[in-house]
């Protein structure tokens, strides 16, 4: 009994880790032909219909073409940072809960965040492995911004977590019922979405990348599949943040079609950001996380604590 549970964890975990990726291969079509259209031109529409088949193609050109590193670069670090970046992206993933027999475990929340903070190690190494200064300079912009954010998205975290007194994942959906915790939290949601977009070094949060003054940052000396698989990792991150959105305050219900519905939205917002908000300062970057998110997450924090305890006096 317990070999056939293991084989049906193992083989629901596979069939999940490749639905995501062939979502990640048609959310970077989204995003291409989303960005296309609001810059008054079309999108990939040359390779099948309509571009549909672009994704692969493009998997195909990058993991084909030949690995080059650099010559003075740290090769072992250099090499399998992309991978373990990659693979963790993909691990967050196991959080998930599911339909039928998966890993959806009691302290899913506490998975995601332990998994999700490992990949700030990845970048660093990543970028100091290169030795390129550019890169260097790029992780370490990637790096304070993460470790920043990362407090205030754990504590915007907490008080949804005060408010289900449970560590899971899934029971958010119990809780959101009769109405969805962003009808109920509306400032802490919309921290939480901007919170979520810095996590993701995302537009106008891409200092890693930042093109104009860093030539794409830590990822600079990369090329062919170590390049595609920081480019997958990114885009399953944004793809997990957006279901992880879902759950905690778009009502959570993972049997319902339209999660999945919520979820491309959510996904889309991120793209839709990138099309339209520019490059923010990095100094207006640290005093948004230290001086704005973090005292007003704290005093919700504070409030929901408060409204928490005074519910458990009335009880008993």
Do not use: H
């Not at 660093?124 to 911004?145: E, I, K, T």
């Not at 390049?227 to 997990?240: C, D, N, P, T, V």
């Not at 001086?291 to 008993?316: A, C």
């Amino acid at each position: 009994m317990f070999m056939n549970d293991l084989f049906l964890m193992c083989l629901s975990s596979v069939v999940l880790l490749i639905t995501v990726l062939v979502g990640v291969a048609f959310l970077t079509l989204l995003e291409r032909k989303v960005l296309g259209y609001i810059q008054i031109r079309k999108g990939p529409n040359k390779v099948g219909y309509i571009g549909l088949l672009q994704p692969f193609s493009d998997a195909v050109k990058l993991f084909t073409k030949e690995q080059n590193y650099p010559l003075m670069s740290n090769f072992n670090l250099y090499y399998f940072s992309p991978v373990l970046n990659f693979c963790l992206s993909l691990i967050l993933w196991m959080s998930m809960p599911f339909f039928t027999v998966n890993f959806s475990f009691n302290f899913s929340i506490l998975f995601f965040l332990s998994v999700s903070s490992l990949g700030v190690y990845t970048i660093m190494l990543a970028g100091w492995s290169s030795n390129s200064n550019y890169s260097l300079l790029g992780s370490l912009r990637s790096v304070a911004q993460t470790i920043s954010y990362e407090v205030s998205l754990f504590l915007i975290l907490m008080s949804f977590l005060y408010m289900t007194m449970s560590f899971n994942i899934e029971e958010m959906k119990n809780y959101q019922e009769n109405i969805w915790f962003i009808f109920l939290m509306l400032p802490l949601c919309f921290m939480w979405l901007v919170s979520s977009l810095a996590e993701t070094n995302r537009t106008p949060f891409d200092f890693a990348e930042g093109e104009s003054e860093l030539v794409s940052g830590f990822n600079v000396e990369y090329s062919s599949g170590s390049f595609a698989m920081i480019f997958l990792a990114e885009y399953a991150s944004i793809l997990y943040m957006s279901m992880i959105s879902c759950m905690i305050f778009l009502g959570g219900n993972i049997y319902s079609w339209m999660f999945f519905l919520k979820l491309v939205l959510l996904s889309f917002i991120w793209v839709w950001v990138r099309g339209t908000l520019p490059r923010f300062r990095y100094d207006k970057l640290m005093y948004l996380a230290w001086k704005s998110y973090l005292p007003l997450s704290l005093n919700y924090l504070i409030f929901f604590f408060s409204l928490k305890t005074i519910m458990f006096v009335f009880i008993s």
